[in-house]
């Protein structure tokens, strides 16, 4: 009797300063993939409430709706892709925050056999048919809704242009298909930070949100099989085999997130003149109003030292 009140009231403590805190929305670009562990652990090993702040995610299935969920305030942060953000922040209040893996991820996938693709799958955006025109062969471009590793699966197209090098790959390959893989940098394109975090351009609480995040990342680093195990544990619907290449993808993804959360200035900049010399964004969007901070004072992306860790005790998850 004695224990249970005890715990009674240590769940009632620690309830009473979740709730104290400040809360904020985020939003996930897609549904729960590798991309998304540290997130998970931030959530999981309460890295947030460490910092100040306490934080819901969010799952949706349409990446889109980031913008117009940010933008209305309906979210706080959410993750985006710095191709799309640009063209989003020209004409609405979207801004970005910082890097979350500051290197492209998306590129073209076809079937190893597949020498020179004669048809080209994607999403409908505006920058899908600059990159196509990058490859070879002039293929077509055929617009696409839904799973686009299902369109190339069932040879609805002869290469996809979207996916990820890290998660699409590993899932074609559980599924016997062997693929090849074309990063936009290979043809010329410019680097980039594939996904970051985007805010409201008012938002005040980045600075306990990203010390969270940081520290999440660098646990990923330190301990990859625990994180794993955590993100399973926050996504109990997800089946043995799907997280066993999951698991896979994992282990390429680890060593892709940014470490500083700081923007390359240089990157950026190199990649926003490429947009605006294909016309994607206008001459008149300025660079700097495309963040939430000035991306050649470093003094305005200041985090606090990251603590070291004490070791860790692993935690199991049968896959």
Same mark, same amino acid.
Request: aromatic share 12%; hydrophobic share 45%; with cysteine.
């Given at each position: 009797?004695?224990?249970?009140?005890?715990l009674?009231a240590?769940?009632?403590?620690?309830?009473?300063?979740?709730?104290?805190?400040?809360?904020?929305?985020?939003l996930?670009d897609?549904w729960?993939?590798?991309?998304?562990?540290?997130?998970?652990?931030?959530?999981?090993?309460?890295?947030?409430?460490?910092?100040?702040?306490?934080?819901?995610i969010?799952k949706?299935?349409d990446?889109?709706?980031?913008?117009?969920?940010?933008?209305?305030?309906?979210?706080?942060?959410?993750?985006?892709y710095?191709?799309q953000a640009?063209?989003?922040a020209e004409k609405?209040s979207l801004?970005?925050l910082?890097?979350?893996?500051?290197?492209?991820?998306?590129?073209?996938?076809?079937?190893e056999?597949?020498a020179?693709?004669?048809t080209?799958?994607?999403?409908p955006?505006?920058?899908?048919?600059?990159?196509?025109?990058?490859?070879?062969?002039?293929?077509?471009k055929i617009?696409?809704?839904?799973?686009?590793?299902?369109n190339?699966?069932?040879?609805?197209?002869?290469?996809?242009?979207?996916?990820?090098?890290n998660?699409?790959?590993?899932q074609?390959?559980a599924?016997?298909?062997?693929?090849r =893989?074309?990063?936009p940098v290979?043809?010329?394109?410019?680097?980039?930070?594939?996904?970051?975090?985007?805010v409201?351009?008012?938002?005040?609480?980045?600075?306990?949100?990203?010390?969270?995040?940081?520290?999440?990342?660098a646990?990923?680093?330190?301990y990859?099989?625990?994180?794993?195990?955590?993100?399973?544990?926050?996504?109990p619907?997800?089946?043995?085999?799907?997280?066993?290449?999951?698991?896979?993808?994992?282990?390429?993804?680890?060593?892709? =997130?940014s470490?500083s959360?700081?923007?390359?200035?240089?990157?950026?900049?190199?990649?926003?003149?490429?947009?605006?010399?294909?016309?994607i964004?206008?001459?008149?969007?300025?660079?700097?109003?495309?963040f939430?901070?000035?991306?050649?004072?470093?003094s305005t992306?200041d985090?606090?030292?990251?603590?070291?860790?004490a070791p860790?005790?692993s935690?199991?998850h049968?896959?």
């Amino acid at each position: 009797m004695v224990r249970k009140a005890i715990l009674k009231a240590l769940c009632l403590f620690t309830c009473s300063v979740t709730c104290a805190l400040p809360t904020s929305t985020f939003l996930l670009d897609w549904w729960p993939n590798p991309n998304h562990v540290p997130l998970f652990v931030a959530q999981e090993k309460k890295l947030f409430e460490k910092h100040g702040i306490h934080v819901d995610i969010l799952k949706i299935n349409d990446a889109p709706d980031v913008v117009s969920y940010v933008t209305m305030k309906r979210a706080d942060i959410g993750l985006y892709y710095m191709p799309q953000a640009f063209v989003a922040a020209e004409k609405s209040s979207l801004r970005m925050l910082a890097p979350y893996i500051d290197q492209p991820l998306q590129g073209f996938l076809m079937r190893e056999e597949c020498a020179e693709p004669k048809t080209v799958g994607g999403f409908p955006c505006a920058l899908f048919p600059h990159f196509v025109e990058h490859l070879s062969g002039s293929p077509k471009k055929i617009m696409l809704h839904g799973d686009l590793a299902f369109n190339l699966h069932a040879r609805t197209v002869d290469a996809v242009f979207g996916v990820y090098k890290n998660i699409e790959v590993h899932q074609l390959e559980a599924q016997g298909i062997k693929t090849r =893989f074309i990063s936009p940098v290979e043809l010329g394109i410019p680097s980039f930070s594939e996904l970051v975090f985007v805010v409201h351009k008012d938002f005040k609480k980045q600075r306990p949100f990203l010390a969270a995040i940081r520290e999440a990342i660098a646990f990923c680093i330190a301990y990859p099989d625990e994180a794993f195990a955590l993100y399973a544990k926050a996504n109990p619907d997800k089946t043995k085999n799907v997280l066993k290449w999951e698991k896979n993808s994992w282990n390429e993804t680890v060593p892709l =997130f940014s470490r500083s959360l700081i923007f390359d200035a240089k990157q950026a900049d190199q990649f926003f003149d490429w947009l605006k010399t294909r016309k994607i964004i206008g001459n008149s969007t300025v660079l700097k109003e495309c963040f939430t901070i000035d991306l050649y004072d470093a003094s305005t992306q200041d985090l606090p030292a990251q603590e070291p860790f004490a070791p860790q005790q692993s935690e199991q998850h049968v896959l």
